[in-house]
């Protein structure tokens, strides 16, 4: 990923043409510098894989040199350290310190990307709580809407299809906790959650025959016949139709949709 984006036309501006690097964290202690040695320093370390130092000297740049052209590009080099060395909590902060600063910038719409980004790599196991899942989805549908003609919105559009999934999961999860439990009006709003927010994703077949089932256990057949023919409709010769078709014929033989 790293490697990917530095290769974009943000990062060949940011970097180019500076090299460097030390050979100890005594690099990052204040020590007064001209801004072209710090900045290449930072370069240096970054270009050896040390993200964690390279950030810290990203940031020094703006600390001696707040008013320099180079504190600017050090700001979002200092993000995208963070981002490299995983320290995605300082990713963001450092993000969304350059957009408070630098909100018209033309570098802005990486800012936001890098956001996403940070959010998007903490995504959780769906057993999990799913906040970082949310603020990834809210992160990267603001890079769409923002700057729906740049790149950073095309990689926005295919990681949120795979937010939305994940999303999706965990009320799959929830809902089908809910009906092993014996709580049927609970496991439907779950899955009626899933074919009306997250329809387009793998889960909603499943979905659709879970609503099916709960529809049957809630004793009104005619609504579980419905969820099955909208099952067979958009998604025929899928396994969770022919479930579906079988569980309806076993316990709504005769029964139309309502």
């Given at each position: 990923m790293a490697s990917a984006l530095c290769a974009s036309?943000?990062?060949l501006t940011a970097c180019g043409g500076i090299?460097?690097?030390?050979?100890?964290?005594?690099?990052?202690?204040?020590?007064?510098?001209?801004?072209?040695t710090l900045y290449s320093s930072a370069k240096g370390y970054l270009d050896q894989g040390n993200a964690q130092v390279a950030a810290a000297l990203f940031d020094e740049v703006e600390r001696q040199h707040p008013y320099s052209p180079w504190a600017r590009r050090a700001q979002l080099m200092s993000s995208f350290s963070y981002y490299v060395g995983r320290d995605y909590n300082k990713a963001i902060a450092s993000a969304q310190r350059f957009l408070s600063i630098h909100p018209g910038n033309r570098d802005?719409?990486?800012?936001?990307?890098?956001?996403?980004?940070?959010?998007y790599e903490q995504i959780s196991d769906v057993t999990r709580d799913q906040k970082i899942t949310e603020q990834a989805q809210i992160a990267l549908t603001e890079v769409t809407r923002r700057f729906p003609t740049t790149e950073y919105a095309a990689d926005a559009?295919?990681?949120?299809?795979?937010v939305n999934d994940h999303l999706a999961g965990k009320e799959m999860e929830i809902?089908?906790?809910?009906?092993r439990s014996g709580r049927w009006l609970a496991a439907q709003i779950r899955f009626q959650n899933v074919i009306e927010t997250?329809?387009?994703?793998?889960?909603?077949?499943?979905?659709?025959?879970?609503?099916?089932?709960s529809s049957l256990a809630l004793g009104v057949?005619?609504?579980?016949?419905?969820?099955?023919?909208?099952?067979?409709?958009?998604?025929?010769?899928?396994?969770?139709?022919?479930?579906?078709?079988?569980?309806?014929?076993?316990?709504?033989?005769g029964v139309t949709a309502s």
């Open positions: 036309t943000l990062l090299g460097g690097g030390g050979g100890g964290t005594n690099d990052t202690a204040y020590v007064a510098r001209d801004v072209e802005a719409p990486y800012a936001y990307y890098l956001i996403g980004l940070s959010y559009r295919l990681k949120l299809d795979l809902g089908r906790y809910y009906q997250y329809e387009t994703t793998s889960h909603a077949p499943e979905a659709l025959y879970r609503l099916t089932e057949p005619e609504e579980a016949v419905k969820y099955a023919a909208v099952l067979g409709a958009n998604y025929p010769g899928n396994e969770w139709y022919e479930k579906a078709f079988e569980l309806v014929g076993d316990e709504a033989p």
